[in-house]
């Protein structure tokens, strides 16, 4: 099993800044690609970013792409999700997930290729 803790969510105003982080622990995190998704009141969980478990070119959504910025940090076990320019739309539960051991039955943004998932933290954007 691998353990999946989602930090740093809170209330900016537009255009501000956020840092999520996504801690690991149990399973080998390195092994692991890692996504962040998020979830809006009555929409459905949609794909934001990811990185592979090799840490190579990231991958993003067209909505977020050019403001947020995917990392990680094997070491430490964490992956983070810079936002930068948030904008009211942002608002949502943001999830981290992991999955596609060794980039197996990876694809970054299919929810199905997570195996893990974390409880969720709330990012809120005012106008």
């Known amino acids: 099993q691998m353990q999946l803790v989602e930090s740093g969510g809170g209330l900016v105003q537009a255009g501000g800044s956020l840092r999520l982080s996504c801690a690991a622990s149990g399973r080998t995190f390195s092994r ?16 934001v970013a990811a990185i592979s478990w090799s840490g190579g070119s990231p991958y993003y959504a067209d909505s977020v792409r050019g403001r947020f910025t995917i990392s990680r940090d094997s070491a430490k076990s964490t992956v983070y999700l810079q936002m930068n320019n948030l904008k009211p ?5 943001y999830y981290c997930a992991a999955g596609g051991a060794y980039g197996n039955n990876w694809s970054p943004g299919r929810i199905t290729s997570y195996d893990y998932w974390g409880q969720g933290t709330q990012v809120t954007v005012s106008s």
């Open 89 to 93: 739309e942002d608002t949502a539960v």
């Open 32 to 47: 692991y690609g890692i996504g962040w998704f998020r979830e809006a009141p009555g929409k459905e969980r949609e794909f």
